[in-house]
C-alpha cells in the first residue's frame, strides 16, 4: 500500500508542476512520494544483498534513469537529471558504506565525489534524497529506531534548508511520509508489482507532457 501511495501522491505532485503551479495544495500531497520511495530503495538494497542479486537491481535501476531522462527532459526540467539517478547514488553509497573490505579513507573520499557528483550534474534532490535512503536503511530497514529516525529527519532539514535558505517550507511536509513508514509499514501486506513501478514512472511523464502539449498547450516551462 506504501508503494501505491508514493505512485498516487508523484502523479498528483507531477500534475500540480506542470499544469498547477500556482496551486500549493497538489505540491504538499507530493511531499509524501519521495521518502517512500527511498524507504523502498533501502529495502530493495537490503533484500538485494541477501539474495545476492544487486548487481541486477543496480542495472534495472540504471537503465530506468536513462530510459526516464528522455520524458523528464521533455516534461519536468531541460537542467537536471531524473529522480532514478538520485537511487543509482544511493544504491552505489550504501554498497561502500556496508562493504568491510573497503577502506576508511576510501570510503569517505568515494562517497564525498557522489554526493559532489550528484549536486555537479543537479540530480534530483541530490544529497537530501540521499540523506533519505541512508536514515531509512540504518534505522528503518537494518535496525529499527524511530527516535534516530526522527532526529535525523530534523538534522537532514536543518542541512537542507541551510544551504537552501530560499526553498519553499513545503519540504516540511515530508514528515508525514516519515510517520507513515514508521507506524503502517509493518501492515503493509499489498504489493503491486516491481515491473509496474518501473513502468508507471517515464510512462505517466510521457503521458503529461503529450496531455499538456498536444491538448492543453499548457506545460509551464513552455513559457520559459
Given amino acids: 500500500m506504501l508503494k501505491l501511495l508514493a505512485l498516487l501522491t508523484m502523479l498528483v505532485d507531477h500534475i500540480?508542476?506542470?499544469?498547477?503551479?500556482?496551486?500549493?495544495?497538489?505540491?504538499i500531497i507530493g511531499r509524501i512520494a519521495m521518502p517512500i520511495y527511498a524507504y523502498s530503495i533501502a529495502k530493495g538494497y537490503k533484500y538485494s544483498i541477501l539474495n545476492n542479486s544487486f548487481p541486477n537491481y543496480f542495472k534495472r535501476i540504471f537503465i530506468l534513469a536513462f530510459i526516464s531522462q528522455i520524458p523528464f527532459y521533455l516534461t519536468i526540467s531541460h537542467h537536471s537529471l531524473n529522480i532514478c539517478f538520485l537511487w543509482l547514488s544511493s544504491l552505489a553509497?550504501?554498497?561502500?558504506?556496508?562493504?568491510?573490505?573497503?577502506?576508511?579513507?576510501?570510503?569517505?573520499?568515494?562517497?564525498?565525489?557522489?554526493?559532489?557528483?550528484?549536486?555537479?550534474?543537479?540530480?534530483?534532490?541530490?544529497f537530501y534524497g540521499i540523506g533519505f535512503v541512508l536514515i531509512f536503511y540504518f534505522f528503518q530497514v537494518n535496525k529499527k529506531d524511530d527516535l534516530k529516525t526522527i532526529i535525523s529527519f530534523i538534522l537532514l532539514h536543518f542541512i537542507f534548508y541551510y544551504f537552501n535558505p530560499y526553498t519553499p517550507l513545503i519540504q516540511l511536509y515530508?514528515?508525514?511520509?516519515?510517520l507513515l513508514i514508521m507506524f503502517f509499514a509493518k501492515y503493509d501486506k499489498f504489493r503491486v508489482n516491481k515491473y509496474v513501478h518501473y513502468v508507471f514512472y517515464p510512462l505517466h511523464i510521457l503521458i503529461?507532457?503529450?496531455?499538456?502539449?498536444?491538448?492543453?498547450?499548457s506545460l509551464r516551462f513552455f513559457y520559459f
Avoid at 500540480?16 to 505540491?27: E, I, K, N, Q
Avoid at 556496508?98 to 534532490?125: D, M, P, R
Fill in 16 to 27: 500540480g508542476f506542470l499544469f498547477f503551479p500556482y496551486d500549493m495544495t497538489f505540491r
Fill in 93 to 126: 553509497i550504501l554498497w561502500i558504506l556496508c562493504h568491510e573490505n573497503i577502506h576508511n579513507f576510501l570510503k569517505v573520499s568515494a562517497i564525498g565525489a557522489i554526493v559532489f557528483l550528484s549536486i555537479f550534474f543537479k540530480v534530483e534532490y541530490d
Fill in 174 to 178: 515530508a514528515f508525514v511520509s516519515i
Fill in 208 to 217: 503529461l507532457f503529450m496531455i499538456g502539449k498536444y491538448f492543453l498547450h
